[in-house]
């Protein structure tokens, strides 16, 4: 009995040991824990919370890719490539010129390069992310990627770059994608994303707010360190609309090398629904070189250039139209019932009024002229009579009905309106009253009208079909053709009409006419069409005595604006173009077979076979050919 109760007492005594060093042990442990808060909440308060506010959650926005650009058969006029960038975000870099250097040896950059980068990056918000670098390779990419510790704020991402796989061809028409200006940033935040690009010339410009899309986001929470732990939510991009224009590459590429080495502009359309086939101005550019950071040294020499290769010709060209206007003046006169298809003038070369002489082109005149030669030989003396029967005010409204002096509609920026000059207008212009003169340098297409190759083409145009026709751009949007409505008649008696037609034709056909040598052999395809050569300078009286200088002997800015419109074939019109040489020289020499050449091979689909040309010029033709072949596709089976 003694025994047993002294083991029990034994056993609790150790028990009671273990118990208390147990107790003992949770006591250390949870007064350590204790420290361990207190440490943390009272001494590592304010770092930890600073710590804490810094993981936070991030906005980051998404640039959506730009709608693409197509010809009419589909060809890509403009489109994006993928890309990998590399982006720094100012709130989260710290030192942000330290950052870049260290960048800098992943990423090549100069000090300039970098000083360069640091401006950008703090013309912006800190919060917004500044491309760095852009098309840089996947080797960059990773070493970005692994390296990121030691560069916070630095992200390589995916973004997109504009292609023009056409290169200069279309360089004025599609136009180019830039950084936007001060001016340009409004409520669109995309707009404040410097790696976002928006339309700066062309149909980019005109259909930008179509092109660019819709912003996404995503939001990302990130440690303190700027490293992603988790996407919360994520608002895909809208792409931008998508546009099928009514040129064909094809076709362009063909008229961009007929032009090749002249300051000239070129349009061609379809008579029968206004689709512009072709729209070309040369000299020209490749906007290639725009879609990154072009040099310095290539943009001085591009904008210096005296043929001034950003010059959008074909819109923004005013010219003189030069004889090209005299279908105008003889309608106003015909509607007018002032003249009519036997009305005869005679041209002796010169035009007497009381103040001052007017020369026709011809020295020695055309004789006994009628409406038809008068538009066949390009009479001056027939319109000097003309203007003082039928005066400005008729002329200038014809010349609106056919859409000179008028502001065509097309999604474009800064196409030219032209000019058409009137009485009340002069007076505004210049505070001095119309004289005859005026109105016979109007009638010829001298004086103060102005004109574009491409009212010179709706001008045609209308002529050919008697409608008004207005110019289309847009084929299609998202691949949904737009829908066509047919143009209002003219109001023009038939009987009118058909006399300038008749000149016209006379003009190319005639053996006596000023564009017979840029005539076609093909029954089935003979063009109509008027010649041009205007003046920008008076010819002196000395001049005309000892022989006025050719165009080769002055200088350049002095010399003669080569024009030409036409449409084809004659019997059932479907196309018109128009070429304006810049001080070119005679309308009849140079714009005429260019345009012969032009319009032909926009019937044809490919460059005209020689058996269609007349056979006294096919061996200077053939040569021609044979160069353009070269740089035209649709060329090599012909």
Request: glycine share 8%; net charge neutral; charged share 25%.
């Amino acid at each position: 009995m003694y025994t047993l109760r002294s083991e029990f007492r034994m056993a609790h005594s150790k028990l009671s040991r273990r118990t208390m060093l147990l107790g003992l042990g949770q006591a250390a442990v949870l007064g350590a824990l204790g420290a361990r808060l207190i440490y943390l909440q009272v001494t590592e308060s304010e770092k930890l919370s600073d710590l804490s506010d810094r993981n936070r959650l991030d906005l980051r926005p998404i640039t959506p890719w730009r709608g693409i650009i197509l010809d009419r058969n589909g060809s890509e006029l403009a489109f994006n490539k993928k890309i990998y960038k590399i982006t720094v975000t100012r709130r989260e870099a710290g030192d942000v010129a330290a950052i870049l250097r260290r960048l800098s040896g992943i990423v090549p950059m100069t000090e300039s390069e970098i000083g360069e980068r640091l401006q950008e990056i703090f013309d912006h918000r800190e919060h917004i992310p500044v491309v760095v670098a852009d098309e840089v390779n996947w080797e960059q990419v990773a070493a970005v990627s692994a390296n990121a510790p030691a560069l916070p704020g630095i992200r390589a991402d995916v973004g997109s770059q504009r292609i023009y796989p056409f290169g200069s061809d279309f360089a004025h028409l599609v136009g180019i994608i830039g950084r936007g200006s001060r001016e340009d940033l409004g409520d669109d935040p995309l707009l404040e994303l410097p790696d976002f690009r928006i339309g700066k010339n062309g149909i980019e410009k005109g259909l930008d707010s179509f092109l660019r899309g819709r912003a996404g986001s995503e939001t990302l929470e990130v440690d303190a360190h700027g490293r992603t732990l988790r996407e919360i939510e994520n608002i895909p991009a809208r792409t931008g609309r998508s546009f099928r224009l009514t040129v064909d590459n094809s076709l362009q590429n063909f008229v961009m090398a007929r032009l090749d080495g002249l300051a000239a502009s070129a349009v061609i359309m379809d008579v029968t629904n206004g689709d512009l086939l072709a729209v070309a101005s040369s000299p020209t550019f490749d906007p290639n070189k725009f879609v990154s950071r072009i040099s310095q040294e290539e943009f001085d020499r591009l904008n210096q250039d005296e043929l001034a290769p950003f010059f959008n010709r074909p819109t923004r060209g005013l010219y003189p139209p030069g004889s090209t206007f005299k279908m105008i003046s003889a309608l106003a006169a015909l509607e007018a019932g002032l003249i009519d298809a036997d009305s005869e003038f005679f041209c002796a070369g010169t035009f007497e009024t009381s103040t001052r002489t007017f020369h026709c082109w011809k020295s020695n005149g055309h004789g006994v002229v009628r409406l038809t030669k008068s538009l066949s030989e390009s009479c001056d003396v027939y319109y000097y009579n003309l203007a003082q029967l039928v005066g400005i005010e008729k002329i200038s409204e014809m010349a609106r009905r056919l859409g000179i002096g008028v502001r065509p509609v097309l999604p474009m920026p800064s196409i030219a309106a032209g000019r058409v000059p009137t009485k009340e207008w002069k007076v505004e212009q210049f505070n001095d009253p119309w004289v005859i003169g005026d109105s016979l340098n109007s009638s010829i297409g001298q004086g103060f009208v102005a004109s574009t190759a491409l009212q010179l083409t709706i001008m045609t145009a209308r002529l050919a079909t008697g409608r008004s026709v207005r110019p289309n751009l847009v084929l299609a949007i998202d691949e949904q053709n737009r829908p066509r409505s047919d143009f209002p008649d003219l109001e023009i008696s038939d009987s009118s009409m058909e006399l300038v037609r008749n000149g016209m034709f006379e003009a190319v056909n005639s053996a006596a006419g000023t564009a017979y040598s840029s005539r076609t052999a093909d029954e089935a395809f003979l063009i109509s069409g008027k010649t041009g050569t205007s003046q920008i300078r008076n010819i002196t009286a000395q001049e005309r005595l000892t022989g006025r200088k050719t165009n080769e002997e002055l200088p350049r800015r002095l010399r003669d604006h080569s024009l030409f419109c036409c449409y084809g074939p004659s019997h059932e019109p479907r196309l018109a173009a128009t070429v304006i040489v810049e001080h070119g020289g005679s309308g009849s020499q140079v714009a005429a077979p260019i345009a012969r050449d032009l319009i032909m091979r926009a019937h044809y689909g490919r460059i005209p076979p020689l058996k269609v040309y007349p056979a006294e010029f096919r061996d200077q033709i053939r040569e021609t050919l044979i160069r353009l072949r070269l740089r035209d596709p649709a060329g090599i089976s012909s």
